[in-house]
C-alpha cells in the first residue's frame, strides 16, 4: 500500500490553553469491540468508536470475511456477527495500513479458523516484525509465511481445530496475549499466556462481557491468562471511553503551556493505561480527576489540567508497560522540566510505528531540547519550563504519534515548528489539529 502524498504542517507557539474537549473513543477498545462483536451470533452496537484510519481498517477486514458493519447517521455501529468458527475466506488481500494492532489481533482470530488471509499494510507497518506473533500462532497450528524478518506483506493459513498452548510472553506486549487468546476463541481446550510483566487487560474483560470463560490467576512466573476454546459469544452494546493516549498530548499540552486549564473529558483510566498520569503527578503535574465514574466496564473520569513547574524523575521501570504508547509525550513535558529525566524500560519504542526513541531523539533536538539517547529510552535535560527555541522541520516517519508529540513541544517553542507530514495523525485522532485549535481560541 502507497502512502498518500505528504502533508507538512506548520505548528506555531500559542498562548494560554483554555477550555474544554472530548478525546476520541479509545482505540484498543475500538479494535477489539469490532473483532468480538464480529464473532458473536446476533447483532451488536457500538457508540464513541475511534472512527480513525486504524479502526477502519479493522471494520474493512472484518467486513471481508463475513461480518456486517455498518455507521448510522447519528455515529452508531452495527454489527451483525458470524459466530465464533464462521469467519469467511476473504476474496482479496486484508490491507491493515499503518494498524498493527489491526495486524496482530486478526492474525489471532485467522489462525484458528480454516480460511487463508494476506495482510498487507503501509510502507511504516511493513517494517514492523510480527515474529513474536507468528512464534505461538505456529505452535497452534497456524502456517503462516512472511517476507524476510516476518514482516509484511505475509499469508496466513488458519488451522481448524487448532492446537491449545500454554505460552510464556518473552517481552511485555498486550498485542500478542491478546493474538494467543484470540486463536484459543475458536480452539478446543483450554489455551494459556503466562504475563511476566502485566499489561493493558481490555481483551480479558471484554471477552468476559462477551460471556467468553476467561480466568486469570497469579502465580509465581506471573499472571496465567487462560481462555475456553469454542465459546459462543453474546452480543453486546459497547459505550467506548475516550482514549488515554490520545488524552496524553492534550493533558501534556496544558501542562507545559503557561497558565493553560483545560479539561478533557471522557478520559478512560484503566490502570493499565494509566502510568503516563501516574508519572506527570510525579514530576509536579496538576491532574485532578472529576466524576470519576465507569462506562463499559472501564474506569472513566473527565481530567481538569492546569499548568504546572514540572521537576526531572527518574521515571519508575513498572510503570512501562502501563504507558508505552505514551513516552513520546513524556519525553515533550521531560524536555520542559527542571533538572534530568531518565526515562527508561521502554525497548518497545524501538519497533512501534517507528523507532520512537531514535525519532524523538532527533525531533526534540532539532528544536533545542538537550537529549541523550540510551537503548531502551532517553535522558533528557529540561528547560526550567522555558520555551525551546523551535525553528526546525521535524521528520515524522509516519507516526501520529511522534507527529503529535512534536505538535504539542511546538506550543512553548519561541519559533515555528514544522512537520514534514502531518497526514499520520489521521490514523487515530483525526480532530487532533482542530481541538487544539478551539483550545487557543477559547484563550484569545
Known amino acids: 500500500m502507497a502512502h498518500p502524498t505528504p502533508h507538512p504542517r506548520t505548528i506555531s507557539p500559542s498562548g494560554t490553553l483554555t477550555g474544554r474537549v472530548r478525546v476520541p473513543g479509545d482505540k484498543s477498545i475500538s479494535h477489539r469491540s469490532l473483532m468480538f462483536s464480529a464473532l458473536a451470533v446476533g447483532t451488536s452496537t457500538v457508540t464513541g468508536l475511534l472512527e480513525g484510519e486504524d479502526v477502519l481498517a479493522t471494520a474493512a477486514a472484518l467486513r471481508q470475511m463475513g461480518a456486517s458493519i455498518a455507521r448510522s447517521d447519528d455515529a452508531v455501529w452495527t454489527i451483525d456477527g458470524v459466530g465464533v468458527g464462521g469467519l469467511l475466506q476473504p476474496a482479496s488481500a486484508l490491507d491493515m495500513g499503518n494498524s498493527g494492532t489491526s495486524t496482530r489481533l486478526l492474525m489471532g482470530l485467522i489462525a484458528s479458523h480454516p480460511i487463508t488471509a494476506t495482510f498487507i499494510g503501509d510502507a511504516s507497518l511493513s517494517k514492523r516484525p510480527m515474529g ?4 505461538p500462532l505456529t505452535q497452534m497450528g497456524a502456517d503462516i509465511t512472511a517476507s524476510p524478518g516476518g514482516r509484511l506483506p505475509l499469508m496466513l493459513r488458519g488451522l481448524c481445530p487448532a492446537v491449545p498452548i500454554r505460552y510464556t510472553l518473552p517481552v511485555a506486549s ?48 506471573g499472571k496465567i491468562i487462560s481462555i475456553t476454546g469454542e465459546a459462543e459469544l453474546k452480543p453486546q452494546h459497547i459505550v467506548v471511553p475516550g482514549d488515554p493516549s490520545s488524552a496524553a498530548f492534550l493533558v501534556v499540552a496544558a501542562t507545559i503551556v503557561p497558565e493553560s486549564d483545560v479539561v478533557v473529558e471522557n478520559v478512560g483510566l484503566n490502570p493499565t493505561r494509566a502510568g503516563l498520569f501516574t508519572a506527570l503527578r510525579l514530576m509536579g503535574a496538576s491532574i485532578e480527576e472529576l466524576d470519576r465514574r465507569e462506562v463499559g466496564g472501564e474506569p472513566v473520569a473527565d481530567l481538569r489540567v492546569r499548568h504546572a513547574a514540572l521537576t526531572g524523575i527518574e521515571v519508575p521501570p513498572d510503570l512501562a508497560p502501563s504507558m508505552i504508547d505514551e513516552y513520546p509525550a513524556l519525553f515533550v513535558a521531560a524536555a520542559f522540566a527542571t533538572g534530568r529525566t531518565i526515562a527508561r524500560g521502554a525497548e518497545e519504542l524501538r519497533v512501534k510505528e517507528s523507532d520512537r526513541i531514535a525519532a524523538m531523539a532527533a525531533a526534540l533536538s532539532a528544536i533545542g531540547a538537550r537529549v541523550e539517547e540510551v537503548e531502551d529510552g532517553l535522558l533528557i535535560d529540561g528547560t526550567g519550563g522555558d520555551p525551546l527555541p523551535g525553528d526546525a522541520t521535524i521528520a515524522t516517519h509516519l507516526d501520529h504519534r511522534i507527529a503529535m508529540s512534536l505538535s504539542v513541544a511546538a506550543l512553548n517553542c519561541r519559533a515555528d515548528v514544522t512537520l514534514d507530514d502531518a497526514s499520520p495523525v489521521a490514523t487515530s485522532y483525526p480532530a487532533f489539529f482542530d481541538q487544539i485549535a478551539h483550545l487557543q481560541g477559547d484563550a484569545a
Open 132 to 135: 513474536r506473533v507468528i512464534t
Open 174 to 221: 498486550a498485542q500478542v496475549k491478546s493474538a494467543v487468546l484470540l486463536a484459543g476463541l475458536n480452539t478446543p481446550g483450554i489455551t494459556s499466556v503466562i504475563e511476566p510483566v502485566a499489561t493493558r487487560d481490555h481483551s480479558e474483560r471484554m471477552l468476559r462481557g462477551f460471556g467468553a470463560t476467561v480466568t486469570v490467576e497469579a502465580a509465581a512466573q
